[in-house]
Each structure stands twice: as C-alpha cells, then as structure tokens.
C-alpha cells in the first residue's frame, strides 16, 4: 500500500512563502494498492492529483469524510470526474435528512459552481458509506462515524496485512475532562485500533484548542495520546491550521518526535508513505 499526500492544510487553503514546506492545499490523500485506486477526500489539492492520473484507466474510489467545504471543493477541478473512460465511485457519509447526491448538487451547481453533479463526463456512482466493512479490489475499507460537526466518517482501511487509519477532521476529546477516556469511550478508536499509520487531526496548539472547543478538531498534544492510546505504528499529522506558518510546525512537531512512542510525521504535500 503506497499513500501520497496531496493536500494537509485544514479549513481553507493558504498558499504563500511562509507555507512551501508542508503545502497550502486542503486536504486529499491518494492509496494505491496493486488492483485499487483510492482517494481521501476532494479538498484544493485532489487538482493536482487529478493531473497525475493524466494516464490512469478505469475505477477510482473518492472516499469522503464529510462535506465541508475544505474537504470537497477541489472535486471540480479533479480531471478524471469529467472523462468518459473513468468509472468513478463517491463514497460519503450517510444523512438522515438529504441523501448524498442532493447534497453534493448542493455545491456542484448554480451559483456556487457553474458545472451540474449529473454533467460530469465520468461514469459516477454514489454510495452511503455502509455500517459493515466493504471491498475495493483487494483493500477492506471500514467507516465509522466520528466527534465532528454534521455527518462525518473516519476510515481504516486494510491490505495486504497492512492498515491505514484516516481520521482528518475528529474531536475525540470532546466533552472528556481528562483525554483520552478508556478505548470504549473514545472516538475513533477502533478505526485506528494498532493500525500501521494513523493521519490525524492535528490542527491546534493547546492554548488554541482551549478558545475553540466542539469546533471538531484535536490539538497535537490530544493527537498524541490518541495515537498513543490505539497503539499505532506512526502518525501523521494533519489538518493543519491555516495561520501555522512552516516554522511553527516544525516546533510544535519537535518535542513530540523526541517522546518514546509512536514515530511522528509532520504531514507535508508530497510526502510518500509505504506499508509493506
């Protein structure tokens, strides 16, 4: 299983000098496997990749957390939704309300985008993300519902004997007077139960987090017990704050790579992960 980082920034983009190092795009992440395409998310940086597949062929999965703005509004610019030789599968969170397609044609239209859901020149299949774990070639992929505003799914996905664990935008802290709560009470934990690579919400310091609780996100520090709590391999951290220059980052990850514990990634576009 090969992952590609192709956008990390969280909430909105913020290219500029003082962002180069770990990217202005907002979040997408491609896995690879020997029969499976796999797309997290459609935030700014799924354009880019998009143009990377130039020579694919065949199906894609876009795997959807949820359906904020930061996590979607790349899908119009991503090149394989609009050929006629793709077949491409949207997976999302389910609603009790409006099912997935009303929802996405609720941005893929008139005023806020000016090409239609139902003009893509791709095949598109729209999917609920199933309560049961289900199959994409050879990889296993199970979704489960996670502490952040509206519907929303974190993703563990498997092959190979190898697991990834997505959770981007997850406030598992939520409500805990002291984090993390036993592993039956924490959110997300089964998704990134001994998982071999965790990416994580990691969008704010403590102090930050502390003006900003039930905004759906993590701290690093909270990042880390997480991650330490489900006994994860490595953990990427992701989401991160559009105000956190290059500089910071790298500070706010330097106490956290010296810790014993599991080995921490500051996730930066282009970074190339593989779990063989």
């Not at 940086?45 to 959807?64: E, K, M, N, S, V």
């Not at 859901?117 to 070639?137: C, N």
């Amino acid at each position: 299983m090969i992952v590609r980082l192709w956008g990390t920034r969280g909430s909105v983009a913020s290219p500029g000098p003082e962002t180069i190092r770990y990217g202005g795009n907002t979040a997408c992440v491609e896995v690879r496997t020997d029969d499976a395409l796999l797309v997290l998310d459609a935030g700014t940086g799924i354009r880019r990749l998009g143009t990377a597949l130039r020579d694919h062929q065949g199906r894609i999965d876009l795997l959807l957390t949820h359906l904020h703005l930061d996590h979607l509004q790349g899908i119009g610019f991503f090149e394989p939704c609009f050929r006629s030789d793709i077949e491409l599968h949207i997976w999302g969170p389910p609603s009790t309300t409006l099912d997935l397609r009303e929802r996405l044609s609720r941005y893929l239209s008139p005023p806020l985008f000016p090409v239609r859901l139902r003009d893509l020149g791709s095949r598109v299949s729209l999917h609920d993300v199933p309560p049961e774990p289900f199959s994409i070639g050879s990889v296993t992929v199970d979704g489960e519902a996670i502490i952040h505003p509206g519907p929303t799914v974190g993703y563990r996905i498997s092959s190979g004997g190898r697991t990834l664990a997505y959770l981007p935008d997850h406030e598992p802290a939520l409500g805990a007077s002291s984090f993390p709560l036993s592993p039956d009470w924490t959110s997300g934990h089964r998704l990134a139960d001994g998982a071999d690579l965790l990416i994580h919400d990691a969008q704010y310091t403590e102090a930050e987090y502390a003006s900003r609780v039930g905004w759906g996100h993590s701290s690093l520090e909270q990042a880390w017990a997480f991650a330490v709590q489900a006994g994860v391999q490595r953990l990427v951290t992701f989401h991160h704050d559009p105000s956190h220059a290059d500089d910071q980052l790298d500070e706010m990850l330097a106490d956290l790579q010296a810790r014993d514990g599991p080995e921490v990634i500051g996730g930066r576009e282009g970074l190339e992960l593989s779990l063989a």
